[in-house]
């Protein structure tokens, strides 16, 4: 699964974000935003793009110096914010349609 996380948050590109809901379902597991969060744990070994997934409505959900992190990066991409919040009819990255993965119990 968490394999299958990674390679959606690879698709987002720079200056676009996306909610760890729209991640999941991307990877085929709706409902999976936890999970997310916890394939992005250590992303920066990996050089994922992490700080490019935020909570729903576009806030970021880290705490303390991750989340100032996350915004200087997303600002460093070109990434506006409205208060604590991204803009995301302007900055959401949509994901083509999936199919859904069953999950296994």
């Known amino acids: 699964m968490f394999d299958a996380v990674r390679a ?17 379902r991307a990877a085929g597991f709706p409902g999976a935003s936890r999970q997310v969060a916890w394939a992005l744990r250590g992303a920066q070994i990996r ?14 959900l880290l705490p303390g ?14 990434v506006e914010f409205k208060g604590n919040c991204i803009q995301m009819e302007k900055y959401e990255f949509r994901f083509a349609a999936t199919k859904s993965r069953k999950r296994k119990v």
Not at 65 to 78: D, T, V
């Open 8 to 24: 959606q948050v690879r698709r987002i590109p720079r200056g676009k974000v996306a909610t760890y809901g729209e991640v999941a």
């Open 47 to 60: 050089g994922l793009p992490w700080h490019r997934v935020v909570g729903a409505g576009g806030r970021i």
């Open 65 to 78: 110096e991750a989340a100032f992190e996350q915004r200087l990066r997303l600002q460093n991409e070109g």
